[in-house]
Nanobody, 111 residues
Framework: VQLQASGGGQVQVGGSLRLSCEVL?????????LGWYRQAPGKQREVVAT???????MYADSVKGRFTISRDNAKHTGYLQMNSLKPEDTAVYYC?????WGQGTLVTVSS
């Protein structure tokens, strides 16, 4: 199983980015929960948002109201829409399903 994350980049404060995570390989994507995590320089990896197989979502307090996690089971892809970005959102963002992890995509928010 491979996870291909994309969509990161550099954006100014208040801007938006949409991350994608395509899941490839032998896994029944529609039955698994998917999560987005991030790791800022010098900090531990933390959960950002998760979505269950039936669409229930959970968000870290720091991103509630700004980020939206979603999934397209037909495309085996998860998404993280990030709005109103702040400098403290700067991190490498990872997607994860079951015990598998993507390679990470860097998000840099500059003021």
């Amino acid at each position: 199983v491979q996870l291909q994350a994309s969509g990161g980049g550099q954006v100014q404060v208040g801007g938006s980015l949409r991350l994608s995570c395509e899941v490839l390989g032998k896994i029944i994507f529609s039955t698994k929960s998917l999560g987005w995590y991030r790791q800022a320089p010098g900090k531990q990896r933390e959960v950002v948002a998760t979505i269950t197989s039936d669409g229930r979502t959970m968000y870290a307090d720091s991103v509630k109201g700004r980020f939206t996690i979603s999934r397209d089971n037909a495309k085996h892809t998860g998404y993280l829409q990030m709005n109103s970005l702040k400098p403290e959102d700067t991190a490498v963002y990872y997607c994860s399903i079951v015990r598998y992890w993507g390679q990470g995509t860097l998000v840099t928010v500059s003021s």
